[in-house]
């Protein structure tokens, strides 16, 4: 636990440049009575304003617990954490209310919490507007309406959660968490229950989202087919983020799109990188590594015997460049 200040909102005059999401070396041990498990160990994490961002990774990687502190719901065992200009690692009981009804969204993969079961989809959608009391009545229902055009949920306003399916509801807990303007939409495993193609509505309807009202989105998920649906795409292993994806579309000249990704390794404030664990097995790299460094680049090669030997790199996991950090081809 840090021993920071309490939480208040951070002026945006104050520090014009702070990202919508920002986590500094942030660390989420839990302690039972036997064991420590150390679940993010200096994760760090930088979103802006407006972007849309997917956190991917293994079971046990870390991204609940991640997204457990974003949400307010937990606190760090160390670092820093900010959404929406809130600090997080210090808030009182009052703040995290303010928190959760005004500055952040969340869409969570069980729909049950989500939706309320005996309200329709267009009154769970006021009944966010009136807890969190920022609009009068009449501005509250052209806001359901705006709401309800824009997810395209027209014909299923009147509906209980139980007579959607799993795709419509997860459409209407979209509505339901953006219905108050928030900054930043958190979604754990959005489309966890559901197929592929009915997942492939619920991301669009996600980037739809953020590119017509702006906010920033971070979806967590295990399913790397997520990066399909947005520009950048962060691999988090053992706690820590390690790649990065980052996708370009670029029009031609008679308009069609052509789309190209290239992958990252992330380095943090220390210099630590982890490399792709494809590129560890290829060239065998364990325990110790042979840096140089190159005019424009670093080498990385074996540090064991006959490590000396050149070695291919093996093709880049995804189309387009790898990072300049390579193997021992240069
Ligand atoms: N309450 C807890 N007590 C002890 N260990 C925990 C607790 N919650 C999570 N962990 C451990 O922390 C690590 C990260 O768990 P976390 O749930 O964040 O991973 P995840 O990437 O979300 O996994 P999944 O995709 O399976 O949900 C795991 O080793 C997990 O066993």
Redesign the pocket.
Known sequence: MTTSTRSVPLAASALPALPDILCTDLV?I???RE?E????QGLNLRVESGELVAVV????????????ILSGHDEPSAGQASVAGHDLTHLTSRERTRFHRTSVGFVWQQTARNLLPYLTAAQNIACVLAVAGALRRRDQSERIDEVIELLGLGDLRDRLPSELSGGQQQRVALGVAIANRPAVLLA??PTGALDERTSEEVLEAMRMLNEHSGVTTLI?T?DASVSDHVRRTIQ?RD?RTSTEVIRRSRADGRGIEDGSAEEFSVIDRVGRLQLPESFQRRLDLHDRVRLSLEPDHVQVRPGHDGAEQDQEIPDPPRRGRHSRIDGDAS
């Open positions: 989420r839990y302690r039972s064991v498990v150390q679940a993010l990774g293994a079971s046990g990687s870390g991204k609940s617990t991640l997204l457990g754990d495993e967590v295990h988090i706690g």
